[in-house]
């Protein structure tokens, strides 16, 4: 996990109860999020990955059955993360981009930067290059509380006032592609809010949570939740 300290309501990734079975969580000193939520060249230019591969070897050592990590931007370390270890490695909801991509025509991003998540993010995430367009990115507010909270690391955060953020952002995906279906949840902090997303705009949402190699790992129904 990154190194936080903003409140983790039910159904953050950072919340004990989120996944439904035992979770050890180990903090990444230093990785604080407005480090990591960035673009490809800052957060590779960091080299935070040999941080995040010390806690995770122990955390296989301890018998974990799999590894995610509590920021979709992490997508950018899926392979050296996953080439350092042997238990299954998620760091990010996007990874399951490509086999949405195979069904629909168009698939939505829901992020907490817009400005940030580009297309070495979605590359990394295995979406081919050739699909990148049907890819559609929308961004919270970046001074509302959803996304001022967060990358500011604050203590406190307004939970209704972060939950309206995370709607107006998908109302505004809604707008510019009425048909689209599907929408991946880049943050792991939005899944809270992933019920009034529904009912504001219908769409079927994808977090980390249900991402099927977890769920196989985790001894869950690889099925997505509707």
């Not at 049907?134 to 307004?158: C, H, K, W, Y």
């Amino acid at each position: 996990m990154l190194d936080t300290r903003f409140p983790r309501p039910p159904g953050d990734v950072g919340h004990p109860d989120t996944f439904g079975c035992p979770v050890r969580r180990a903090m990444v000193a230093g990785a604080w999020p407005d480090k990591v939520v960035a673009t490809a060249a800052s957060l590779r230019a960091q080299r935070i990955a040999s941080a995040f591969v010390v806690l995770m070897r122990q955390m296989e050592r301890d018998g974990a059955a799999a590894i995610t990590t509590s920021c979709g931007f992490l997508v950018l370390l899926q392979r050296e993360l996953q080439a350092a270890v042997k238990v299954p490695v998620e760091t990010s909801s996007l990874l399951q981009l490509p086999a949405l991509l195979q069904k629909e025509r168009q698939v939505g991003v829901l992020t907490i930067s817009a400005s940030k998540l580009g297309s070495d993010h979605l590359r990394a995430a295995g979406v081919p290059r050739e699909r990148l367009r049907d890819v559609l990115v929308q961004g919270v507010d970046p001074a509302g509380e959803f996304a001022s909270a967060i990358l500011g690391n604050r203590a406190t955060m307004d939970l209704a006032l972060a939950g309206a953020d995370v709607v107006r952002a998908a109302e505004a995906l809604r707008a510019r592609a009425p048909d689209l279906r599907t929408v991946v949840l880049e943050c792991t902090n939005m899944p809270p809010y992933a019920d009034a997303v529904r009912a504001a705009t219908g769409f079927t949402l994808r977090s980390l949570q249900d991402s099927p190699r977890l769920r196989r790992a985790m001894g869950l129904p690889t099925s997505p939740c509707p």
